[in-house]
């Protein structure tokens, strides 16, 4: 029977670490440029955030609706969403989508909305 060769088994061992090393080598120069150009992507994401807030138009109500409570703002979002939240209609879907001074009552206050 033929006993395997200690230094044929070390030189091929050898040569599969040192491609093993050269293959970890790339895949750290390819992971570098990946996380590099993620940190770019992050950072331009951010300008261009805050240059569309920027250019964004304030709507009359733009600066009420930060300082609306976040049930307030639910409130919003079902009354644009098409139904009453007004105790009279609750629930009802508004026909053509027609402003209803109760439910804006409710939401802004005394004010009504004109754009609804």
Known sequence: MNQPDPFTDFQ???AEADNLAHDLAKFRQELNHVL???AELVIENKHL???LNDLAPQSEH???KDD???SRRNLEKLYDAGYHICN???GA???NNE???FCTAIIYGSGNRTNH
Do not use: V
């Open 93 to 95: 879907r508004r026909e």
């Open 49 to 51: 955030r805050g240059r």
């Open 68 to 70: 609306m409570l976040p």
């Open 12 to 14: 091929r061992l050898s």
């Open 99 to 101: 402003p209803c001074a």
């Open 62 to 64: 733009g600066s009420q």
């Open 36 to 38: 590099e150009q993620n």
């Open 88 to 90: 009279m209609m609750y």
